[in-house]
């Protein structure tokens, strides 16, 4: 056997078992959680004395936690939608035009993702406590917009790259306008890919919980926020529950948004 | 008249891709623009269908100045290399796609998307997706979507470049039939000689930004206009000429190599000159008045029917002959081979 293959063996097998001890790290964590999050205990305890939904039951009765919930969903639905509304002519701008810069779009619209997260949640407190941002709702939704951006363009950017242009040609020589051409034909097979990528600003402005302990006031918890904040008060194993549902939730979220990307791929 | 491009240019900053190209298209006529790669036939086809604007120069279409149009306001109709199909419209929808712009009624369009399809046989599958649909088939609703809404011009982007060669040649036939059927004016791009020479009224060789020669297949094959159209449409061997003398009725007396032939001219007084050979104008026999040319054989290759032979001469360079597999008898590789060239089949040409 030549020395090639089996140094190929041995980066195989070294890669393989990488994977399976950072999948199993990451795995065990949460299975933990979600076991726990069916205990009726008090305190935490492992393995828990009974079991039950007390966790649930507690959860849905403490409007704290439905409270906070209902800020993190009001800041996540708009954002995935001006999300949108910022992608889709960044899209058209960087792959349909000629612009000079366009290239630079691209690198500038995920700086927001590349950038450190708490340098950037210092340098966006020193701009919100300047312009009076500081602890409002559209503060809120502008600082995860400037997440949600980048992982939307990261995802639509790559679906966009495979629409031929030519698609647009065909439609202009058959009589489209150019609008025409790109709302009938480019936007509509870009459809699927701006769900997903809205589903994915929608996921990380849910989970968004550094920006959150900057910029928000006194009254604005999120539910990462609540969490945090539980966590470091005295833990209550109501968090369980909580963190469980994020964590269907999120996988399902996760899991449609990968269905769209796919069946819009051309 | 259907097409006339006047003495239109593009240059893209100071590159230029088009320098002053006059050509005209008649009605009912295929026109084939022919060119090596980054000749600028395809930018030629943009700049008639509105994709790119012309530096300088116009395009006409029956007398209406279209230079400054929008590619939706010309009235031509295209289709791709690679098909440009719209992937979430069905066949009868790709069809009728251009019909539904001009506001063509529901029943008219009904009737013409039948029409279509029957023209490029694909009844029965309207309802298809086109992943669903083979490349050849693609490339049928492709050319029947252009063909649908009646254009004055079709214009086709090397159409066939992405099938295979069973497949083109079955293709070449249908686009044939459909250019009689209808009497259709097309401008075809294509970079293949024999593609060109199956489908063409006439064709236009394009050689960096210019229009080198256009005429009739037979015409520019038999009397290619300089040593470029020569090489590349007729696969010509050039040979080079030591003395020669213009007869003025479009003939010339040539001395090449140890002999001297009267053969045709394509060439004006001044000109560097060359003489073609097309590869099936060499002969093993020598007929009275023909060229000797002589060399070690240095490549045989059997295509079957014929061979073709290569030739390494000392005065000629490496000389390519296609030759009846029955006369190839005694070609030995390596072995010195002599071969004529019969002079009614050799062309002067001006060298470019």
Not at chain 1, 72 to 80: C, E, K, L
Not at chain 1, 237 to 247: C, G, K, R, S, Y
Not at chain 2, 284 to 302: H, I, K, T, Y
Request: aromatic share 6%.
């Amino acid at each position: 056997m030549t020395r090639a293959l089996l140094g190929d063996r041995f980066t195989g097998a070294a890669s393989a078992a990488v994977v399976a001890v950072t999948t199993f790290a990451l795995l065990v964590p949460a299975a933990l959680v979600m076991v726990l999050s069916f205990s009726d205990d008090r305190f935490f305890d492992f393995p828990p004395h009974a079991w039950g939904l007390h966790q649930y039951r507690t959860l849905l009765e403490d409007s704290r936690w439905s409270l906070a919930l209902w800020l993190s969903v009001r800041i996540a639905a708009p954002v995935a939608l001006l999300a949108a509304l910022v992608v889709v002519p960044t899209l058209f701008t960087i792959h349909r035009s000629r612009l000079p810069f366009r290239n630079a779009l691209q690198v500038g619209g995920i700086a927001g993702i590349i950038l450190p997260i708490s340098a950037y949640a210092v340098a966006m407190y020193g701009v919100y406590a300047q312009i009076g941002l500081l602890g409002t709702y559209w503060g809120l939704v502008l600082a995860n917009l400037t997440l949600a951006v980048p992982v939307m363009l990261l995802v639509t950017s790559a679906a966009m790259s495979r629409i031929p242009v030519e698609l647009e040609l065909a439609a202009m020589v058959a009589g489209a306008s150019r609008m025409q051409a790109w709302f009938a034909i480019t936007l509509r097979l870009l459809a699927p890919a701006i769900m997903a990528g809205g589903v994915l600003a929608f996921v990380t402005s849910l989970d968004e919980a550094v920006l959150i302990n900057f910029l928000g006031g006194p009254g604005q918890e999120t539910l990462p926020k609540a969490i945090l904040d539980s966590v470091r008060y005295g833990l209550e194993p109501v968090i369980t529950a909580i963190a469980t549902l994020l964590m269907v939730g999120t996988s399902l979220a996760m899991a449609f948004a990968v269905r769209l990307a796919r069946r819009g791929a051309l | 008249m259907v097409l006339d491009i006047q003495a239109l240019s593009k240059s893209y900053g100071e590159t230029p891709a088009l320098q002053e190209i006059s050509l005209q298209v008649r009605q009912g006529e295929l026109l084939t623009l022919l060119g090596p790669s980054g000749s600028g036939k395809t930018t030629l086809l943009k700049v008639i269908a509105g994709f790119e604007a012309p530096t300088s120069g116009r395009v006409l279409l029956r007398g209406r100045d279209i230079s400054r149009l929008s590619p939706a306001r010309r009235g031509v109709g295209m289709v791709f290399q690679n098909y440009a199909l719209f992937p979430h419209m069905t066949v009868a929808q790709n069809v009728a796609y251009g019909l539904k712009l001009r506001r063509v009624g529901r029943a008219e369009r009904e009737r013409r998307v039948r029409e279509m399809l029957g023209l490029v046989r694909l009844e029965g599958l309207e309802g298809r997706y086109p992943r669903q649909l083979s490349g050849g088939q693609q490339q049928r609703v492709a050319l029947g979507r252009a063909l649908a809404y009646d254009p004055e011009v079709i214009l086709m982007d090397e159409p066939l470049g992405a099938l295979d060669r069973a497949l083109r040649i079955e293709m070449e036939e249908q686009i044939r039939g459909i250019h009689r059927e209808l009497g259709a004016t097309i401008v075809y791009v294509t970079h293949d000689q024999q593609e060109a020479l199956a489908l063409s009224d006439r064709i236009a060789i394009m050689r960096a930004g210019r229009v080198a020669s256009v005429g009739e297949p037979a015409q520019i094959y038999t009397r290619p206009a300089d040593s470029f159209v020569a090489g590349f449409f007729a696969n010509a061997n050039l040979l080079a000429v030591r003395e020669h003398e213009l007869l003025g009725d479009g003939s010339a007396r040539v001395r090449c190599g140890d002999g001297e032939v009267r053969c045709a001219s394509t060439a004006k007084a001044g000109d560097r000159v060359t003489l073609a050979v097309r590869r099936r104008s060499l002969w093993r026999a020598c007929a009275p008045g023909s060229l000797r040319v002589a060399g070690v054989v240095s490549e045989m290759l059997l295509f079957g029917d014929e061979q073709e032979i290569s030739i390494q001469s000392p005065e000629f360079g490496r000389i390519v002959a296609t030759i009846d597999s029955r006369d190839c008898g005694g070609i030995v590789l390596g072995a010195e081979l002599e071969l004529f060239v019969s002079a009614e089949e050799a062309v002067l040409v001006p060298c470019v």
